[in-house]
């Protein structure tokens, strides 16, 4: 193991290695910051060109890239409350809010802190724990799951600054839009209306930005004025400092949330998307003010931000360990390594422990310098907040649509893009949460397939497991804590008066 450190550290002495790591900085900002066009379109370009590289190289160029894209999805995010990536859609929810109050560089600051701390603490998690990988891999099964995921889909209604009974039906909502295409077990067509377009399903970037982008440049346009709203000021690296200094100051949420990201990214398949709501989903639920959520608020920066970044080195490990891809965008990391020769598994913590290493320092280290471009340039991005809407909202629009195309080119994801932007519209207008429908969408089929699975091995009486039962007892804390708290409340209120 010493040797094995050792080995990996003296990579870090080569400077090729900080070259590469610096071109996949680059790229995958560049491919994050941009909406529709995320860091998993760098990586499946790069695939071709993996075949040759020596292995030293190609694994961390590509790791680079995935690792640095959310952090660049989280600049459009708070900027214009278009999310650059997927995960980066919870980021919506409170940087944007900071953007209209001419707060853009402090969220910027602290997402980019934030970020660079999860990247940290998972990295430095799944290197302590690498000897308890697999036991803690393989002991969450199909059953298990299910509860994995209907736990999350309960932390919907955490997510909901108004009406809980709204953030459920638009979570619900969401998993019945995950219902569309092919049954995975059976293969039958549900809803798809005879078009093979269907057929796979509703595809996740369209409704992404159809749900997020359309609605909020419509509503920019509509209005008039700028982002940041009248008599907001910049105050150059001074806000974004403070914004660095938030972090520290909240290192609780950073701690929990990297630890929901970890975990969350060594359970294959669960997703990137969902360790950011979930850290969110903690945040709120543990705060004294929870209301404030969702108006601007700094930990509703910090929290999902630090998961952004912090489930890959969970995700990592998985895809390492055992073959299985963490996340999707992992699945091409899983095969460039597949292109090269090399074959994940037991090996890659034993044989070529100093590559696998190597790789969880590039992580951390890709996330440190994308910190550094993105707070020296965030004074000027946060200038972006005061671009009249009248010509940032048509600018944003061409971009959404074009990267919307861009994604399958195919005519069709330009209509759902459309449809999802005037259905998002209506539910924004009747306070119906758009991020509970999303977060709906993207763990609906995971549940199902999850469910089907464990009823057709385990029977009825699947959910009789240690970790089940564990997991139901906290989904009713969840419910619970609610209502007690409120009793609490009035108890201490009428003793008062």
């Known amino acids: 193991m010493l040797e094995a450190i050792g080995n990996a550290l003296l990579n870090f002495s080569h ?64 900027l ?41 603490l998972t990295v430095i998690f799944s290197l302590v724990l690498i000897p308890l990988a697999y036991p803690m891999v393989m002991a969450i099964g199909t059953r298990e799951m299910v509860f994995v995921i209907l736990a999350g889909i309960v932390f919907i209604a955490g997510l909901v600054s108004g009406s809980i009974v709204k953030g459920l039906l638009s979570g619900a909502l969401g998993m ?44 920019l346009a509509a209005r008039g004025g700028t982002i940041a709203q009248k008599g907001a000021v910049i105050q150059g690296m001074k806000d974004v400092w403070q914004g660095v200094l938030d972090v520290g100051r909240h290192w609780g949420i950073v701690l929990r949330s990297s630890i929901i990201a970890w975990v969350v990214g060594v359970i294959p398949g669960v997703g990137g998307e969902t360790s950011t709501f979930f850290a969110y989903a903690q945040a709120k639920k543990s705060s004294k003010h929870p209301e404030k959520y969702g108006t601007g608020i700094i930990e509703g920066v910090i929290a999902p931000e ?25 699945a091409f990391v899983l095969a460039g390594m597949i292109i090269m020769g090399i074959v994940p598994g037991p090996e890659m913590l034993t044989r070529h422990l100093d590559l696998s290493l190597t790789l969880f320092w590039v992580i951390f280290i890709s996330g440190v310098l994308a910190s550094a471009i993105c707070l020296v340039i965030a004074p000027q991005l946060a200038r972006l907040s005061f671009v009249p809407g009248r010509v940032l909202a048509p600018l944003i629009l061409v971009v959404v649509f074009v990267g919307t195309f861009s994604y399958m080119q195919r005519v069709e994801d330009i209509i759902v893009l459309v449809i999802t932007g005037a259905v998002a519209l209506i539910l924004r207008k009747y306070d119906y949460s758009l991020p509970a429908l999303f977060l709906g969408f993207v763990l609906g089929g995971y549940f199902e397939n999850y469910f089907f699975l464990a009823l057709k091995t385990s029977g009825p009486l699947f959910f009789l497991t240690p970790i089940n039962l564990t997991i139901i007892l906290g989904i009713a804390a969840v419910f619970a804590y609610g209502p007690i708290k409120n009793a609490i409340k009035r108890r201490i209120g009428a003793k008062r008066a």
């Open 15 to 78: 400077l090729q290695l900080w070259v590469v790591m610096a071109i996949g900085v680059v790229i995958g900002l560049v491919f994050g910051i941009i909406p529709g066009i995320q860091g998993s379109t760098a990586l499946a370009l790069l695939l071709p060109f993996v075949f040759g590289m020596k292995p030293e190289i190609a694994m961390p160029l590509m790791l680079a890239i995935l690792a640095t894209q959310f952090q660049g999805g989280a600049i459009s995010a708070i």
């Open 80 to 120: 214009i409350n278009v999310p650059g990536t997927v995960p980066s859609a919870c980021v919506c929810l409170d940087g944007f809010p900071m953007a209209q109050r001419g707060e853009a560089g402090r969220a910027i600051g602290a997402a980019e802190a934030a970020s660079a701390a999860g990247g940290l």
């Open 176 to 219: 019945m839009l995950a219902l569309v295409g092919s049954q995975a077990l059976t293969g039958v067509e549900r809803f798809t209306f005879g078009s093979l377009y269907l057929y796979e399903g509703i595809p996740l970037i369209p409704l992404a930005l159809g749900l997020f982008a359309v609605p909020e440049m419509v509503y």
């Open 306 to 330: 630090t998961a952004t970044n912090g489930k890959e080195g969970g995700a990592l490990l998985t895809t390492l360990a055992l073959g299985i891809p963490g996340d999707s965008p992992d």
